[in-house]
């Protein structure tokens, strides 16, 4: 059983157009980290929310942590295609050091 | 953020050989952790490197096969040993700081991981 449910796995849009990835879980985390990794590199830390309701915004990124801290959105305006990668949404469990990550949605933004 | 490097970056090995694959980081930390992402998917933690002691490893994963070190708070091994064509993965070496300035929370950070290809 995976912890923390990832949809969609795969993303195919067109330039300019917007995006929502969403992170979910039954279980509460302390912190919620989103990643963007791409081919040949290793995961790249975008962010970490760690209070319910928290929204944080990198550019044209918006990041939401759940009321509940039980799950997460990643929404993207406008899409470009240096968006383009695998992004992987891991959370940390109260009391764990161990960060538990999703499957990963792979996102390809086409010009 | 930390910089974390890894050597090799990749690899092509024959079946029953082994492979260390190191990873250094330029600050101090204080969790290293040591990770394994197969083609198209997730990564999945193998162990927890510990500075000094026996590394802590996750259902699965045995230290015959992935022993590790970490002699000191900025460097670690992972030896792949009597590799198989399924030990074909990429292996990624991570690392936690300790609440970095102004946050809240630790930050782990990846290095650019090490692809090994068994044959």
């Known amino acids: 059983t995976q912890l923390l449910e990832q949809s969609p796995q795969f993303l195919s849009i067109q330039e300019g157009e917007n995006l929502t990835v969403y992170c979910n879980s039954s279980?509460?985390?302390?912190?919620l980290q989103w990643y963007r990794q791409e081919p040949g590199e290793g995961p790249v830390l975008l962010v970490t929310?760690?209070?319910?309701?928290e929204v944080k915004k990198l550019k044209r990124l918006t990041f939401q942590f759940g009321d509940a801290r039980k799950d997460s959105s990643l929404h993207i305006t406008a899409a470009q295609p240096g968006d383009t990668g695998l992004y992987l949404c891991?959370?940390?469990?109260?009391?764990?050091?161990?960060?538990?990550f999703g499957k990963g949605t792979k996102l390809t933004v086409n010009p | 953020s930390a910089v974390i490097s890894q050597k090799p970056s990749r690899d092509i090995c024959q079946r029953g050989t082994s492979l260390t694959i190191q990873c250094q980081v330029d600050s101090q930390v204080t969790m290293m952790f040591w990770y394994r992402q197969q083609p198209g998917q997730s990564l999945t933690l193998i162990a927890t490197a510990n500075q000094g002691s026996e590394a802590t490893y996750e259902s699965g994963f045995v230290i015959d096969k992935f022993p590790i070190s970490r002699p000191n708070l900025t460097f670690s091994t992972l030896t792949v040993s009597n590799m198989s064509p399924e030990d074909s993965s990429i292996y990624l070496c991570?690392?936690?700081?300790?609440?970095?300035?102004?946050?809240?929370?630790?930050?782990?950070?990846f290095g650019p991981g090490t692809r090994l290809t068994v044959l």
């Open positions: 929310v760690v209070t319910g309701g």
């Open positions: 279980s509460v985390f302390s912190s």
């Open positions: 991570s690392a936690k700081r300790y609440r970095d300035r102004g946050t809240r929370t630790d930050t782990q950070y």
């Open positions: 891991a959370g940390i469990q109260g009391g764990s050091e161990k960060l538990v």
